[in-house]
């Protein structure tokens, strides 16, 4: 299991790093039909992003979280978690990038604007995939990094011990 924690991590790294150079980048230096100033790149970011961010809280979660013993998978079983680990990441990721050179395609200057893929069916398949991807691999990672999903529950994190309420002091 500690592969495919390392691996989700370092993936988990790359796309965002990925994510954040192209879409800042792309716009004002390769002609990417996004208008930074009109809020497009940021959604787009938004859409991208919080998922991978989602997989390296688990895993930072659980690097602070008491041990726990991994369970024991057999030979077929490591395999099928490798591949529902990876597969989900390398589809999404694979399809982003497909999607993405379609929407630059219809949408280079000089194109037909009329044929052009509209920013909103753009989102909307980077919206699928990712959630394609959130569905698949999200259940995977809350397993490979136990103790990531309630990590007060178990006693630990910041909260133990705290007082947590939401009430004002007393006076």
Request: charged share 10%; hydrophobic share 50%; glycine share 12%.
């Amino acid at each position: 299991m500690q592969q495919e924690r390392i691996w989700i991590v370092y993936a988990s790294l790359g796309i965002l790093a990925a994510a954040f150079a192209f879409f800042i980048v792309a716009p004002a230096v390769l002609g990417f039909p996004l208008d930074g100033n009109a809020g497009e790149v940021t959604r787009v970011l938004q859409i991208v992003v919080p998922v991978f961010l989602a997989y390296l809280s688990a895993a930072t979660a659980f690097l602070f979280s008491p041990p726990q013993q991994d369970v024991a998978l057999a030979a077929e079983r490591q395999k099928l978690l490798r591949v529902l680990t990876r597969g989900p990441v390398f589809v999404a990721g694979g399809g982003i990038v497909l999607v993405t050179g379609v929407f630059w395609f219809s949408n280079r200057s000089g194109g037909d604007v009329a044929t052009g893929m509209s920013l909103d069916s753009y989102c909307w398949f980077l919206t699928a995939l990712v959630g394609l991807l959130a569905a698949t691999t999200g259940i995977t990672v809350g397993s490979i990094f136990p103790g990531s999903r309630n990590a007060e529950d178990s006693g630990s994190g910041a909260t133990k011990g705290a007082d947590v309420s939401t009430d004002p002091p007393a006076q």
